[in-house]
């Protein structure tokens, strides 16, 4: 287990981040302050909890045993449970906008993450990454391994009886590396037919009106996942 990229954590409060992030989820110029608040209570939780690791998939997947030319991991990254608390803390307190920046921040910094795991495999490995590999997205790496995927990590992290990881803010994939400089990773959200990813931007009226309701900006589609509403 390897504490978060420091790189992405280290850009985590910049101006140039958090400005970035602001812009994709149309935030307003007045909201900067609260905005590195919120950003700055998370960075200083996520350097004591955050972190990675990665393990050798084993080849007991008919998938992966047919792929001669590739090896695969599974990789896990989390951002630790003080986010957790800190958002539930939020909510009780009614600072919803604020529970909301979390949950647009943290996705944002996963997002980095694999950013920075591409670069890990390519500084200290033979290989590359040719292609993510989530699961509930594909035949061949369904949902129902998740629990068994992370038996073989640290205890850190787990998930309950509906798949849902635990802390909230980790992911778990599985990657496909490769020597084949012809195959290049595209992106991890290439092929990616999941409609329910908070990274997904929901265009309903209604659902927006919804949000607009609870709190005092415009919300994308994530904010609902977050108190359950939708």
Not at 48 to 61: G, I, L, P, S
Not at 87 to 113: D, F, H, K, T
Request: aromatic residues 12%; contains cysteine; glycine residues 4%.
């Amino acid at each position: 287990m390897a504490a978060f990229f420091p790189e992405a954590l280290d850009k985590f409060i910049s101006p140039a981040f958090l400005g970035k992030v602001r812009r994709k989820f149309h935030y307003e110029d007045k909201q900067a302050d609260e905005f590195r608040l919120v950003a700055k209570e998370m960075l200083s939780l996520m350097r004591k909890e955050a972190f990675w690791e990665r393990k050798t998939a084993a080849m007991d997947n008919p998938r992966l045993a047919e792929e001669s030319d590739s090896v695969y991991e599974n990789v896990i990254m989390s951002l630790g449970r003080g986010l957790d608390c800190l958002q539930e803390s939020y909510c009780e307190r009614g600072l919803l906008s604020r529970s909301y920046m979390i949950e647009v921040l943290a996705s944002e910094l996963l997002l980095q993450g694999y950013n920075a795991y591409n670069l890990y495999i390519k500084r200290h490995t033979d290989f590359h990454v040719a292609k993510y590999h989530f699961l509930g997205s594909e035949d061949g790496f369904p949902l129902e391994i998740l629990p068994r995927l992370l038996e073989n990590f640290t205890q850190e992290v787990s998930c309950n009886e509906a798949f849902c990881m635990i802390p909230k803010k980790s992911v778990a994939f599985v990657a496909e590396l490769t020597r084949n400089e012809q195959i290049q990773c595209e992106g991890i959200c290439v092929g990616c037919n999941n409609v329910y990813c908070q990274n997904r931007m929901e265009d309903s009226h209604s659902v927006r009106r919804k949000i607009v309701e609870m709190a005092d900006m415009p919300l994308t589609y994530g904010y609902s996942r977050i108190f359950g509403k939708i």
